[in-house]
T-cell receptor
Framework: DAGVTQSPTHLIKTRGQHVTLRCSPI?????VSWYQQVLGQGPQFIFQ???????GRGNFPDRFSARQFPNYSSELNVNALLLGDSALYLC?????????????FGDGTRLSIL | GQQVMQIPQYQHVQEGEDFTTYCNSS?????IQWYKQRPGGHPVFLIQ?????EVKKQKRLTFQFGEAKKNSSLHITATQTTDVGTYFC??????????FGSGTRLQVQP
């Protein structure tokens, strides 16, 4: 079975632009979570979706938004990009929502802001 | 808010030596998970601990959850070069979602 897939793998944007990152979960997984990982740090939680509903939101500004589709895939949108948004964005899927589920991570999208 | 600290930040060992990383939470946890991230890779789930004082083993890896459910440790016996990577703990309080520690980067000298 395929693992979690994310696209694109790399992206270069300039300040003020917006970006859409995509994630397809493992087949059968109904929950998708998004994390931001800055070099040298652990993943920081952004959003969790379960059955197409937002189940959790981390301490990120409103410029960050996400949604989950009927097929359980997900998009993360970031508006008005700042230099500080440069990071690896990781998507993780799990069978169900909540923080007691093992997270299965994709390879991530590396976003660079110039 | 909840904070999860890990020490040390970095450890360099000779192959065959033991390694331990410690994880401390500012709040009581419902469960704790451990992940390994190889250089250039993504975090990979290793294990979850749920019960107070729980100890689990995976071959050369031993995971412990503290009695107060606020700390945890990962011990690797006789490290190998394949153990290289960053080890993260991630705690869950029952609210919101997982909070990851800052990780311990392990380097193993052959």
């Amino acid at each position: 079975d395929a693992g979690v897939t994310q696209s694109p793998t790399h992206l270069i944007k300039t300040r003020g632009q917006h970006v859409t990152l995509r994630c397809s979960p493992i087949s059968g997984h109904k929950s998708v979570s998004w994390y931001q990982q800055v070099l040298g740090q652990g993943p920081q939680f952004i959003f969790q979706y379960y059955e197409k509903e937002e189940r959790g939101r981390g301490n990120f500004p409103d410029r960050f938004s996400a949604r989950q589709f009927p097929n359980y895939s997900s998009e993360l949108n970031v508006n008005a990009l700042l230099l500080g948004d440069s990071a690896l964005y990781l998507c993780a899927s799990s069978l169900e929502g909540g923080g007691n589920q093992p997270q299965h991570f994709g390879d991530g999208t590396r976003l660079s802001i110039l | 808010g909840q904070q999860v600290m890990q020490i040390p930040q970095y450890q360099h060992v000779q192959e065959g030596e033991d390694f331990t990383t410690y994880c401390n939470s500012s709040t009581t946890l419902s469960n704790i998970q451990w992940y390994k991230q190889r250089p250039g890779g993504h975090p990979v789930f290793l294990i979850q601990l749920v019960k107070s004082g729980e100890v689990k083993k995976q071959k050369r890896l031993t995971f412990q959850f503290g009695e107060a459910k606020k700390n945890s440790s990962l011990h690797i016996t006789a490290t190998q070069t394949t153990d290289v990577g960053t080890y993260f703990c991630a705690g869950y309080t029952g609210r919101r979602a997982l909070t990851f520690g800052s990780g311990t980067r392990l380097q193993v000298q052959p």
